[in-house]
């Protein structure tokens, strides 16, 4: 397995091209089942995640076609990937496939949606809580399937298509949004989802459904209706900016110091993330080009956050700002509201010499001078991505294992961080 080495030490000057985002483009990539047509995706990122999702379609009869360079392409622009489910030859979705990433349990709506059916594994994904699927099929349910649990398959069944319905959601959950909102575009009738989450992602894929013919109005408000049609087109889709990503090198520069364009990135995407940054004491400005994050000379404000469904602070950005307060002058508290076993960065932190304490959802991290290099391995993706972060600044050498997390997320994150004067490499399993 490839492992990750770390010089810390170096400012990060220079630009960072913000690559798709890996959780818009996996709910597009599904949404293509809703449609016999082509649906051209465009800024798609080289990440592992897509690369499975392909898999996974394939095994359901799409056709996946990625696009060759085009003149003046540099080397991080993002993919155009070309998806036709002309025919879809198989419904059901296997345990092998979709326990390597829960997302692809999303597929069970527009297979049962266009199809009448679907068998989908109960699913798998990264080791950050229990993370049930119960709301995904109580959505379902509202609109007219009947759902069978069977030797750890969800069966969803409509022979004679979904119905327009109402569906509250008890909890905020994106994914339980995006199996709603694929559903309801092929059910017959108007279907409203309350409660809906307004992270990004969904209003990008309600655009993109929309430009395939859907009737969807209110994504990324709390209350989104939906007027079913009979049959979807296909269309062309640019996949909206990673703000995962653009917040991950955001910290990073606040950490290290220095001063960086994070190229294409919106900062409307990520207000809360970068105000917190600006109270650490990061100078931040947009401009058409994308965000600049500086830090020069002054130290780490100590912070309070807690995460919270968008527009609130990510909880996919979590383990970074934590890895980022190691370092701060005081004191930092941070509360993790959306999955309750999101902290498995902490230990592998302490292994750099951070000091954390936690308590319940709440972490205490109270900032010391300087972090030590060391080895760490990591459990999950944002986790992972904080080791790499706190790495950066740490003194001496860092080896981060079980880069495959990293991987499935961050796209060329080595190329990308060492244009700006990281001193980072890839060590290839021998
Ligand atoms: N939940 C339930 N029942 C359900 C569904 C969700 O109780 O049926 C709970 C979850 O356990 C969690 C909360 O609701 O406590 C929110 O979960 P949500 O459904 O919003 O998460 P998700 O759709 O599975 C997506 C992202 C995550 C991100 C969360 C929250 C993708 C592919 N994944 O997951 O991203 O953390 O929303 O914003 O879009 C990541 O990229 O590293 C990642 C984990």
Not at 127 to 144: E, K
Not at 173 to 186: E, F, I, R, S
Not at 326 to 334: D, F, P
Request: net charge negative; glycine share 10%.
């Amino acid at each position: 397995m490839d492992r990750i080495r770390i010089v810390g030490g170096h400012r990060l000057n220079g630009s960072i091209p913000i690559s798709g985002a890996k959780n818009a483009t996996l709910p597009l990539m599904i949404a293509s089942l809703l449609t016999d047509e082509t649906l051209v995706l465009e800024n798609v990122p080289r990440l592992a995640d897509v690369a499975l999702l392909q898999r996974i379609l394939g095994n359901h009869g799409v056709d996946v076609m990625i696009g060759g360079k085009r003149p003046g392409d540099t080397e991080y622009e993002g993919q155009t990937v070309h998806i036709s489910a002309k025919r879809i030859v198989d419904t059901m979705a296997p345990y092998e496939l979709v326990a390597k990433m829960r997302a692809s349990f999303w597929v069970i709506a527009p297979l049962v949606a266009r199809m009448g059916e679907a068998r989908v594994s109960l699913p798998g994904g990264c080791a950050i809580g229990t993370r049930p699927v119960d709301l995904l099929v109580m959505a379902l349910q509202q609109l007219g399937a009947e759902i069978e649990i069977d030797r750890g398959y969800v069966v969803a069944r409509a022979p004679k298509g979904l119905k327009g319905g109402k569906i509250v959601f008890p909890k905020v959950t994106v994914g339980g949004t995006h199996t709603a909102l694929m559903a309801a575009t092929l059910a017959d009738g108007d279907t409203v989802i309350e409660n809906a989450a307004c992270e990004p992602e969904v209003g990008d894929l309600a655009d993109c459904l929309n430009k395939m013919g859907a009737k969807i109005t209110g994504a990324g408000t709390p209350t989104i209706n939906v007027t079913g049609v009979r049959r979807l087109s296909g269309a062309r889709h640019r996949v909206l900016p990673d703000r995962i990503e653009t917040g991950t090198y955001a910290m990073a520069v606040t950490m290290t110091g220095g001063d960086v364009l994070l190229e294409g990135a919106r900062p409307e995407l990520l207000q809360a993330a970068l105000d917190v940054l600006a109270e650490t004491g990061a100078e931040i400005s947009s401009t058409n080009a994308g965000v600049r994050v500086a830090r020069n000379g002054s130290g780490l404000a100590p912070v309070e956050v807690t995460t919270q469904p968008f527009p609130g602070f990510p909880t996919d950005l979590q383990a970074q700002l934590m890895a980022l307060m190691t370092l701060a002058a005081g004191t930092s508290r941070i509360t993790e509201t959306i999955f309750e076993n999101r902290f498995m960065h902490v230990q592998e932190l302490a292994r750099l010499g951070a000091q954390i304490r936690l308590e319940g959802e709440t972490a205490s991290i109270e900032g010391v001078p300087r972090l030590n290099g060391a080895p760490v391995m990591a459990t999950d993706l944002r986790a992972s991505v904080s080791l790499v972060i706190a790495a950066l600044a740490a003194e001496g050498e860092t080896v981060v294992n079980r880069v495959y997390h990293l991987d499935r997320g961050f796209e060329r994150l080595e190329g990308k961080l060492a244009a700006c004067g990281a001193e980072i490499e890839r060590l290839a399993h021998a």
